[in-house]
């Protein structure tokens, strides 16, 4: 029975909320900026000659076997030793607000660049992989529909659409030779490589009740399924470079029909 209660509170809050909310002009056109909190999914496999489905994650910590096969090691996974899978970043768009129920926009995102360092530790006699760095980067263009499916409720909207990803990556690594344990050689090692891909959007979203008529901040949940599945780096890949996202924008209206 609460959770009735509940519901029926929200859905007469947005009722209120919408009727409080000025009316924007229809075949118009739109500007916006966001920002989006964006959480890449990141993961999948890597074929090498080990294991033709050999786990991809970017929390995973080793790198160096996704450019050589050739290290002893006892880790079983490929991964660029992230902490998180957070890539936050913003937004640009430009769109056209049909009507009340129909929008149509391209969205241009840019994720803030990613870096990590790992560490490990030296053994004597040998040459051994004390550090590696990552860099990595990532943007998209989107071509979404917003709909708004039911008029009494004109704040909520759903969207969907197809997206363009594009995604770098920079792998350093270190390896350095102890002799009685005291260092001798050290070798340096770089490799870049990135891809692109397509994929699919949804989502849904709620506009923030306002007084303006020529202005509307607006946020919205969406995810995306963008699966690569080319050669990155040493290997045959299939990962997933879409994920879950959280924006939070506005959008600037020219004037349009009343």
């Keep these: 029975m609460?959770?009735?209660?509940?519901?029926?509170?929200f859905v007469t809050a947005l009722l209120l909320a919408a009727s409080s909310q000025a009316k924007l002009p229809d075949n118009t056109w739109f500007i916006g900026t966001s920002f989006y909190g964006f959480e890449l999914n990141g993961s999948g496999t890597m074929s090498t000659f080990d294991d033709p489905e050999t786990e991809f994650d970017v929390r995973r910590i080793y790198s160096y076997g996704m450019v050589d096969g050739n290290v002893l090691t006892n880790e079983t996974s490929l991964g660029l030793g992230w902490d998180d899978t957070q890539l936050p970043g913003f937004e640009l768009q430009a769109g056209f607000r049909h009507n009340w129920r129909f929008t149509t926009r391209l969205d241009?995102?840019?994720?803030?660049?990613?870096?990590?360092?790992?560490?490990?530790?030296?053994?004597?006699?040998?040459?051994?992989?004390?550090?590696?760095?990552?860099?990595?980067?990532?943007?998209?263009?989107?071509?979404?529909?917003d709909w708004t499916p039911f008029e009494p409720l004109p704040l909520v909207f759903l969207t969907g659409g197809i997206e363009y990803t594009r995604f770098s990556a920079r792998l350093e690594f270190h390896f350095d030779q102890y002799i009685n344990n005291e260092p001798r050689n050290r070798d340096y090692r770089v490799f870049e490589d990135g891809g692109s891909t397509f994929g699919v959007v949804l989502g849904a979203g709620l506009v923030i009740p306002s007084k303006s008529t020529t202005g509307?901040?607006?946020?919205?949940?969406?995810?995306?399924?963008?699966?690569?599945?080319?050669?990155?780096?040493?290997?045959?890949?299939?990962?997933?470079?879409?994920?879950?996202?959280i924006e939070l924008g506005y959008r600037w209206f020219l004037p349009?029909?009343?």
Excluded: C
């Design 108 to 145: 241009m995102f840019w994720a803030l660049t990613k870096r990590a360092d790992k560490y490990g530790t030296p053994s004597e006699g040998q040459s051994s992989l004390v550090k590696q760095s990552t860099t990595y980067k990532q943007s998209h263009v989107r071509v979404m529909l």
């Design 216 to 245: 509307q901040s607006y946020v919205a949940f969406t995810y995306s399924y963008s699966p690569y599945t080319k050669d990155w780096f040493a290997w045959d890949s299939d990962i997933n470079f879409g994920g879950a996202g």
């Design 2 to 9: 609460k959770a009735v209660q509940r519901f029926a509170f």
């Design 256 to 258: 349009g029909d009343e």
